[in-house]
C-alpha cells in the first residue's frame, strides 16, 4: 500500500466508448504524473500537474485528457481510443518541494481497448 | 538526464546477495542515481538513491564508484519477493524537472 489509490484496476472499452481514469493520493504531496506503460515497453510520462496546474505534457494524443481538480486527484478522460491505447495506466505522486522528488506509485489500471 | 545502461537480466540464489549493475558514464555533478522496481504488474516502487556517497536502507544499499560512472545496488539476501524488473535512473533534481525517465531495466528472477 503505497498511498496512492486507483480506479478502476480494470477496464475494458471499445473504440466509440467515454471512460475516466481516477487516481487519489493521501499523502499530501502537491504534484502528481500519468505514466503508460505498453507491452514489452519502457514507463512513458504522460502529465506532470504541479500545485494543480499541468506542468508537462509528453506530445500525447487530445484523445487523452487529464484534469486535476485539486492536489489529491487526477482523473485521465479517455475518449475515441485505439487498440494500441492498450496499457497499464499508472498515477503517481510525489512532494514537489525541490529535493529528492521519491515518487510514489498507485497499482495501475489495465486498459484494454477493443 | 545521463543514459544508464543495465543489463537485461539477471539470475539470483534465495539467500544470496543480489548485485545489480549500472552504468553511467555521462553523468554529470549535479545528477543523482536513482534505483526503482516493479514487480510484475505492480506500479514502480522507489528503493534507494544518491549522490556520490553509498547509501543504505532498510531494503538496499547503493554503492557509487568515485569517478560516478557506475553504481551497484545490493540486495543483502534476496527473497522470491524480490523478483522484479529493477530499473536505475539518473536525473538532476529541480523543481523544474520532476518526471522519471525509465528504460528497460534488468530483470531479476530470485531462485528458490
Known amino acids: 500500500e503505497t498511498g496512492v489509490t486507483q480506479t478502476p484496476r480494470h477496464l475494458v472499452m471499445g473504440m466509440t466508448n467515454k471512460k475516466s481514469l481516477k487516481c487519489e493520493q493521501h499523502?499530501?504531496?502537491?504534484?502528481m504524473y500519468w505514466y503508460k506503460q505498453s507491452a514489452k515497453k519502457p514507463l512513458e510520462l504522460m502529465f506532470v500537474?504541479?500545485?494543480?496546474?499541468?506542468?508537462e505534457n509528453n506530445s500525447v494524443p487530445s484523445r487523452f485528457s487529464p484534469e486535476c481538480p485539486n492536489s489529491s486527484h487526477l482523473f485521465l478522460h479517455l475518449h475515441t481510443l485505439q487498440p494500441e491505447d492498450s496499457a497499464l495506466y499508472l498515477c503517481?505522486?510525489?512532494?514537489?518541494?525541490?529535493?529528492?522528488?521519491?515518487?510514489?506509485f498507485g497499482p495501475g489500471t489495465r486498459l484494454t481497448v477493443l | 538526464d545521463a543514459k544508464t545502461t543495465q543489463p537485461t537480466s539477471m539470475d539470483c540464489a534465495e539467500g544470496r546477495a543480489a548485485n545489480l549493475p549500472c552504468n553511467h558514464s555521462?553523468?554529470?555533478?549535479?545528477?543523482?542515481v536513482y534505483w526503482y522496481r516493479q514487480i510484475h504488474s505492480q506500479g514502480p516502487q522507489y528503493i534507494i538513491h544518491?549522490?556520490?556517497n553509498n547509501e543504505t536502507n532498510e531494503m538496499a544499499s547503493l554503492i557509487i564508484t568515485e569517478d560516478r560512472k557506475s553504481s551497484t545496488l545490493i540486495l543483502p539476501h534476496a527473497t522470491l519477493r524480490d523478483t522484479a524488473v529493477y530499473y536505475c535512473?539518473?536525473?538532476?533534481?529541480?523543481?523544474?524537472?520532476?518526471?522519471?525517465?525509465f528504460g528497460s531495466g534488468t530483470r531479476l528472477q530470485v531462485q528458490p
Open positions: 555521462t553523468i554529470s555533478g549535479n545528477e543523482y
Open positions: 544518491g549522490l556520490k
Open positions: 499523502l499530501g504531496h502537491n504534484a
Open positions: 503517481a505522486s510525489s512532494q514537489d518541494s525541490g529535493s529528492y522528488n521519491e515518487q510514489f
Open positions: 500537474y504541479s500545485l494543480e496546474e499541468r506542468v
Open positions: 535512473i539518473v536525473r538532476v533534481v529541480d523543481t523544474g524537472r520532476r518526471a522519471l525517465t
